[in-house]
């Protein structure tokens, strides 16, 4: 690892995330990372590589502590599915994450400053909601819920509009109202299992 490149793409991280991609500029960054211009040339050859960085750094941090926390929440996957909200909702709050606090989801935020499907943060911000879904439906399946592909999708829609809800209309309780509603489609998905036995 070489520290000044990842200074850099720290720095970017947070500017990016807390001023949005378009706003911040390549000085701030190096201003706020105190790495010289020709160091940030040498390890990237434009701000675009900067911001695939920055967003593919998110990627990692942000799957691994949903799934960490998750995965720490319950054994049984049908509860570690809910526990997701529980997260979600610490990271609304501002308890995780401190370092950035809650400013929306990074990568929606990529995807709409970067709006053409075919640009390389947009595909990087669709790569990582597919990751999520993966998951979800990784764990769906381990929860025996029929029809874990579509189930994982309805979880991750919940998901989105609380991100988008917490977000717009500062309502960290949204968390909340998804797990409830998260709940409510699990026990109806098992409860149709019951039923066509």
């Known amino acids: 690892m070489n520290k000044r490149r990842d200074d850099l793409v720290e720095t970017a991280l947070k500017l990016f995330y807390l001023h949005g991609f378009h706003a911040t500029g390549i000085d701030k960054i190096l201003a706020e990372s105190g790495v010289a211009k020709m160091t940030l040339y040498k390890h990237f050859r434009s701000k675009d590589e900067l911001i695939l960085a920055a967003l593919q750094l998110r990627d990692e941090r942000f799957r691994n502590w949903l799934m960490s926390e998750m995965e720490k929440a319950s054994a049984d996957p049908g509860e570690r599915l809910l526990a997701m909200f529980d997260a979600l909702e610490d990271w609304f709050r501002g308890k995780a994450f401190k370092d950035l606090g809650f400013s929306g989801c990074a990568f929606i935020n990529a995807a709409s400053e970067f709006a053409a499907h075919d640009h390389p943060a947009h595909r990087v911000a669709s790569e990582h909601k597919?990751?999520?879904?993966?998951?979800l439906e990784k764990t769906c399946r381990e929860a025996q819920l029929p029809e874990p592909e579509q189930m994982a999708e309805c979880l991750a829609l919940l998901k989105?509009?609380?991100?988008?809800?917490?977000?717009?209309?500062?309502?960290p309780e949204a968390a909340v109202l998804a797990r409830d509603m998260a709940r409510t489609l699990i026990n109806a998905a098992r409860l149709s299992t019951v039923e066509g036995t």
Do not use: L
Request: proline share 0%.
């Open 130 to 135: 597919r990751r999520i879904v993966d998951y």
């Open 160 to 171: 989105e509009g609380a991100i988008a809800t917490a977000h717009v209309r500062n309502m």
